[in-house]
């Protein structure tokens, strides 16, 4: 279909002018948004009259658009794990809940004592000192020893050696702790990185081997629930949009959970999997330690298309839509067809249509 040919309604365009009669509503199948197009009717001879009241012109644009699907979240810190204690004792000293705590830090007494926080995965399941045999656990304690600043045997390895054993006493020094140069199991808590004290469940005088407290991580993170049925949505290591209190923001997929949640107090409630996000910059959040988020996950894009606001469709009467192509004051309408709506943009193709021409719109 040529620009000058089409729906008898683009050719009835060529000879009358084309009056806004009305604003009607069209829900975009698949969207969920509502898109406000006008309907119009044939009246008399367009020549150069100039567009209706309250429309501009806008260029046609080449750009990539996206499809997006919005799901409800929260700002928060994330799952929280819980510390027992392993030393034998009272508790003496406890942290301030929402306490941030680094690697050699204290995080809580016991027998006066403080048991400082390292870094690592593999919990210390054994005593170590010189003799014991090679295992990972030793160049975790290795490790560190050395990024607290108290090294002299090389790399870090799996061997622990008499240097080993002069470094872990020049440690105990420094808490002033007995220098005996042997590490016990529950001589420190184990995190895999700084830690947010989110709950206290201990007492002073309570005893050192009980449930103490829990903590988080650090940064904020952002926790989604999202219809099962729609999981292919989320991917790992995935970009999503994110609105936290007006704020615009993006963010990166970190864990996606591998059970399905329902509402038991719902009977019509969709089943939901949780989506873990890290915020790409902590300052999308502001101040805030918690608030509803809104996420914004991918679902269509295409790139190096036509695009006009919406506000530049025209619904013609027999169905099917039409741009109004401007023509230094010139005006005549032009059939096209539809494709990706998204941000206020409408992808469209038509005969003769290209990026830089311009055409009426409303918004």
């Known amino acids: 279909m040529s620009e000058h040919e089409g729906p008898s309604a683009v050719r009835k365009g060529r000879r009358a002018r084309w009056l806004i009669t009305a604003a009607i509503a069209i829900?975009?199948?698949?969207?969920?948004?509502?898109?406000?197009?006008?309907?119009?009717?044939?009246?008399?001879?367009?020549?150069?009259?100039?567009?209706?009241?309250?429309?501009?012109?806008?260029d046609i644009v080449k750009t990539t658009l996206t499809e997006e699907e919005t799901a409800d979240a929260t700002l928060g810190y994330g799952s929280e794990t819980s510390v027992s204690g392993r030393k034998e004792g009272t508790i003496t000293s406890l942290p301030q809940v929402g306490a941030k705590i680094d690697r050699g830090k204290k995080v809580y007494d016991v027998n006066a004592k403080p048991v400082p926080l390292f870094y690592g995965t593999l919990p210390f399941y054994r005593d170590l000192s010189d003799g014991v045999d090679k295992g990972p656990d030793v160049k975790q304690l290795e490790e560190n020893l050395k990024a607290l600043g108290f090294g002299g045997f090389g790399a870090p390895d799996e061997k622990f050696t008499s240097a080993t054993a002069a470094a872990l006493k020049k440690w105990q020094k420094s808490l002033g702790l007995e220098q005996t140069g042997t590490f016990g199991q529950g001589d420190v808590v184990l995190a895999a990185g700084p830690i947010r004290v989110s709950a206290v469940s201990a007492q002073p005088g309570s005893p050192a081997g009980s449930e103490i407290l829990k903590f988080t991580g650090t940064d904020r993170v952002v926790t989604a629930k999202l219809d099962a049925k729609k999981q292919s949505l989320a991917q790992q290591g995935g970009k999503v949009g994110l609105e936290i209190s007006g704020k615009q923001g993006t963010g990166t997929v970190d864990k996606i959970g591998t059970s399905v949640d329902k509402d038991q107090n719902d009977p019509n409630a969709k089943p939901k999997i949780e989506v873990s996000i890290k915020l790409d910059d902590q300052a999308t959040a502001g101040s805030l330690d918690s608030a509803p988020v809104t996420v914004h996950f991918t679902k269509g894009k295409r790139e190096n298309v036509l695009a006009v606001p919406v506000g530049a469709l025209l619904a013609l009467a027999e169905g099917g839509f039409a741009v109004e192509v401007d023509e230094g004051g010139k005006r005549r309408l032009v059939a096209v067809q539809t494709g990706l709506f998204s941000g206020g943009k409408v992808e469209i193709t038509g005969d003769g249509l290209k990026a830089g021409m311009k055409v009426v719109t409303t918004s």
């Not at 829900?27 to 100039?50: E, F, I, K, P």
């Open 27 to 58: 829900v975009l199948l698949g969207t969920g948004s509502v898109v406000v197009l006008t309907r119009v009717s044939a009246g008399a001879s367009t020549g150069d009259q100039a567009p209706a009241p309250g429309a501009s012109t806008t």
